[in-house]
T-cell receptor, first 113, second 117 residues
């Protein structure tokens, strides 16, 4: 069964460092998303991406964040200068159409120390 | 703007008992509604969804949910709980969207289901 895959599963980084979280969406999906879940809190939308550009972004997705689809298969989230409060589980998701169900990856747990 | 309220951050039931997890939503446009389950240290798995049509939707693992527009609710039920149902359950809403636009999911705060012997 097709699935969304994320790497790494765990990332520890020092405050101020740049991190890149990687995702391989399901191959025939056209819409891509990043969500995050701070420990003990709800899942929050970060950004959606379609047709090689950002469709929508939340207030959380400030200038420190960027997304890219560098090739036909990968979808990345970059945090330029990490802060302690960026520590969270980051989920990538993809969907066939914009309003159909999103399929989620297993997540990358980011710990900023 | 859309929002989801899940009443009860923790629900405990006995094995074999009815499971009822509550979800109320707010949306200015016809909503699409989803229930996702998250097992420990895993991602989010879709349980079921409501888009249009029949208001009672059936999902995986014996779960079902009923869309009640008048009550703005989408409660999740299962007639008989199993130990393997212990997990965190998230209700989510998105708008019906336009072709070519991505519809984000707005999640509730989640309900942790505990199943006891």
């Amino acid at each position: 069964e097709p699935e969304v895959t994320q790497t790494p599963s765990h990332q520890v980084t020092q405050m101020g460092q740049e991190v890149i979280l990687r995702c391989v969406p399901i191959s025939n999906h056209l819409y891509f998303y990043w969500y995050r879940q701070i420990l003990g809190q709800k899942v929050e939308f970060l950004v959606s991406f379609y047709n090689n550009e950002i469709s929508e972004k939340s207030e959380i997705f400030d200038d420190q964040f960027s997304v890219e689809r560098p090739d036909g298969s990968n979808f990345t989230l970059k945090i330029r200068s990490t802060k302690l409060e960026d520590s969270a589980m980051y989920f990538c998701a993809s969907s066939v159409q914009g309003h159909t169900e999103a399929f989620f990856g297993q997540g990358t747990r980011l710990t900023v120390v | 703007a859309q929002s989801v309220t899940q009443l009860g951050s923790h629900v405990s039931v006995s094995e074999g008992a009815l499971v009822l997890l509550r979800c109320n939503y707010s949306s200015s446009v016809p909503p699409y509604l989803f229930w996702y389950v998250q097992y420990p240290n895993q991602g989010l798995q879709l349980l079921l969804k409501y888009t249009t049509g029949a208001t009672l939707v059936k999902g995986i693992n014996g779960f079902e949910a009923e869309f009640k527009k008048s009550e703005t609710s989408f409660h999740l039920t299962k007639p008989s709980a199993h130990m393997s149902d212990a997990a965190e359950y998230f209700c989510a809403v998105s708008d019906s969207g336009l072709t070519g636009t991505a519809s984000k999911l707005t999640f509730g705060t989640g309900t942790r289901l505990q199943v006891t012997l």
